[in-house]
């Protein structure tokens, strides 16, 4: 078996003992197994980019690569392209797209330039994974360049239905990309279906058999591969909490109170200001929860320079504030909002003192922290996971409370249930969630999805635009 290449926007530090998530889990155990390559952007910017070749360090048997981008790059790519029109467009967010012709000039170039920058560090047994919106076009860069190595796709937010995704300029050429790769992966079935109806519907392919498709332009072969996160380690993380959340749930014990938790980056996709809302309507309408709860909510500042998050984080700041403002004593504040990052084992650690774990996207591709809460709780007295109908997670998860993110009352009485729920009922549906977060670990999606890879014709050459 080749080494494994894994191309991705950002690349984690595998010389750090401690991974953040999933995804560098999943990842670094295939890149270990197999040794490998890593290559992405370094998060760095300078005028002379273009010319600068790849920085590479070593752990073990991987190399890690990285390039950096230059400030209109950053700017028209990274800011633009990836994060102001494929990313609201893929949360089925056409309201926010925000489309300049220069953002797909640059996004193209920067996918030319990947190109340039991997092919003279591949080798003929390679395998290359590359990941995420970022980098759509990438494998038919490479293929242009002669490269004939297998190559899967994984995208890890959601992928539109085709009258959305029709409405961007440039979306033909964006689908036609997919054509390039052995494998295309999704989070869930919804996703696979979408691109299927557009290739049906726009690209004159067949429809699909075993996810295969066909036509004139070349073959598609789609599948669904939902991530995970790492459960038996985060499980470990959660069960030994630091000293000052020990003395927090004591206090909230002494005063017979519950805990709500959220965890998101702050992003208009996680369904925040409906999750306050619906926090408000819970004590407007179930008061004897007055003072018997609160509701903890983290949410790390994430791309900043685009206008629609800077919006999104004054709304949260007002409804918070007009919601303690409202129901808040001088011995109780029912939203506590941290606008900071919170360190993992720590997080571990309040998702298992915490009654219910709120996770409302409007439209999510996954959802780790789903999957995260589940794997933190204490089995003998586990706490409810409410749940968005539109996170990719509620097709696996069906135990949780499934809620409509945009029906506020229906959110509060969800939350009211959670916190009323029986034990028995309790313990019923976390033993089911956490064998599905068990065995769908990060290294299970790693596994199906290179297998699957592997399992692919060996490479295709396509004459591509
Ligand atoms: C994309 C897709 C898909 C959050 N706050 C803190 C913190 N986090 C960690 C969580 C979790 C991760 O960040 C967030 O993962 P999600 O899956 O919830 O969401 P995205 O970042 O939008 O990820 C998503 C995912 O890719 C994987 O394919 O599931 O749908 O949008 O691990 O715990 N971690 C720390 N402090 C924080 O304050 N340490």
Redesign the pocket.
């Known amino acids: 078996m080749g080494r494994l290449v894994v191309v991705s926007n950002r690349v984690a530090d595998l010389t750090k003992s401690t991974q953040?998530?999933?995804?560098a889990v999943g990842l670094a155990d295939a890149l270990k197994r197999r040794g490998g390559l890593w290559v992405g952007w370094s998060g760095e910017t300078s005028t002379d980019a273009d010319d600068a070749t790849p920085e590479l360090t070593t752990a073990g048997n991987v190399a890690m690569a990285t390039i950096p981008l230059t400030p209109d790059d950053y700017a028209n790519y990274y800011l633009g392209f990836a994060n102001s029109v494929l990313w609201p467009l893929f949360h089925y967010r056409l309201d926010l797209v925000d489309f300049h012709s220069e953002f797909l000039d640059s996004y193209r170039k920067v996918n030319r330039r990947f190109a340039d920058s991997l092919l003279p560090l591949l080798k003929p047994n390679d395998t290359i994974w590359i990941h995420d919106y970022h980098l759509i076009p990438l494998a038919s860069e490479l293929r242009k360049r002669g490269c004939t190595q297998r190559i899967g796709f994984f995208l890890?937010?959601p992928f539109p239905p085709p009258e959305v995704l029709a409405a961007a300029p440039g979306h033909k050429w964006l689908a036609d990309s997919f054509l390039a790769y052995d494998l295309v992966g999704f989070?869930t079935q919804t996703d696979v279906a979408n691109l299927a109806h557009y290739a049906e519907d726009h690209m004159q392919l067949s429809a699909p058999v075993d996810g295969r498709m066909s036509g004139p332009a070349g073959d598609l072969h789609l599948a669904c591969f939902p991530?995970g996160i790492d459960t038996q380690a985060f499980a470990e993380l959660a069960a030994s909490p630091a000293d000052d959340v020990q003395v927090d749930t004591m206090r909230r014990m002494v005063l017979d109170r519950k805990q709500i938790i959220g965890?998101?980056?702050l992003?208009y996709?996680k369904g925040l200001p409906d999750r306050m809302k619906a926090f408000g309507r819970l004590l407007d309408l179930y008061p004897e929860h007055m003072k018997k709860v609160t509701f903890l909510q983290?949410a790390?500042p994430t791309r900043e320079d685009v206008d629609a998050y800077a919006d999104i984080r004054h709304e949260l700041e007002s409804l918070s504030g007009s919601i303690n403002g409202r129901f808040a004593d001088f011995n109780w504040t029912p939203i506590r909002y941290i606008h900071?990052?919170?360190?993992?084992e720590k997080?571990a650690a309040l998702y298992r003192v915490s009654r219910a774990g709120l996770v409302t996207p409007l439209r999510?591709?996954?959802?780790?922290?789903a999957k995260?809460y589940v794997a933190a709780q204490n089995p003998d007295d586990p706490g409810v996971l409410i749940l968005s109908k539109f996170a990719?997670a509620a097709e696996e998860l069906a135990e949780a409370l499934i809620v409509n993110p945009y029906d506020i009352d229906a959110m509060a009485a969800a939350i009211d249930r959670a916190l009323t729920m029986p034990i028995e009922e309790r313990k019923e549906r976390h033993s089911a969630l956490y064998k599905r977060v068990a065995e769908g670990d990060a290294l299970a999606w790693q596994k199906a999805f290179l297998d699957a890879l592997e399992a692919a014709p060996n490479g295709i050459t396509l004459d591509v635009a």
Not at 340 to 344: H, I, K, L, M, Q
Request: aromatic letters at 0%; a negative charge.
């Open positions: 953040s998530g999933g995804l890890h937010i989070q991530i965890v998101d980056r992003d996709s983290i790390p900071r990052s919170v360190a993992r997080l999510d591709g996954m959802n780790l922290v995260e990719g």
